[in-house]
Nanobody, 124 residues
Framework: QVQLVESGGGLAQAGDSLKLSCAAS????????MAWFRQAPGKEREFVTA????????YTSDSVKGRFTISRDNTGNTVYLQMNSLKPEDTAVYYC?????????????????WGQGTQVTVSS
């Protein structure tokens, strides 16, 4: 059974930094993309950033480019989201996701597996 467990969310002030983690288990191979999406109240789930299975390629949305960085550990089973210069508009539930399609990048929420989400709240 595949499980994705996010951690690291919380409260922050504008300009602060937070780092999210997502640990994946139950995957039988490493050839999958991992990504972060977010969803604010009343809005659709939005793509944030993704990283290929080998960590060689990343793709980041314009809304966070230059502030957010995705990375992956050597095992390939944990992905991180370093969020710097946070803004109130970054407030959302952040979800980790796994895509096994080998199409990169996929910016629509058509991924195979999802975590339960972690809340990030940024105050002004």
């Amino acid at each position: 059974q595949v499980q994705l467990v996010e951690s690291g969310g919380g409260l922050a002030q504008a300009g602060d930094s937070l780092k999210l983690s997502c640990a994946a288990s139950g995957l039988t191979d490493r050839t999958y993309t991992m990504a972060w999406f977010r969803q604010a109240p009343g809005k659709e789930r939005e793509f944030v950033t993704a990283i290929t299975w080998d960590g060689e390629h990343t793709y980041t949305s314009d809304s966070v480019k230059g502030r957010f960085t995705i990375s992956r550990d050597n095992t390939g089973n944990t992905v991180y989201l370093q969020m710097n210069s946070l803004k109130p508009e970054d407030t959302a539930v952040y979800y980790c996701a796994v895509d096994r399609s080998r199409v990169f990048p996929r910016v629509y929420p058509e991924y195979n597996y999802w975590g339960q989400g972690t809340q990030v709240t940024v105050s002004s």
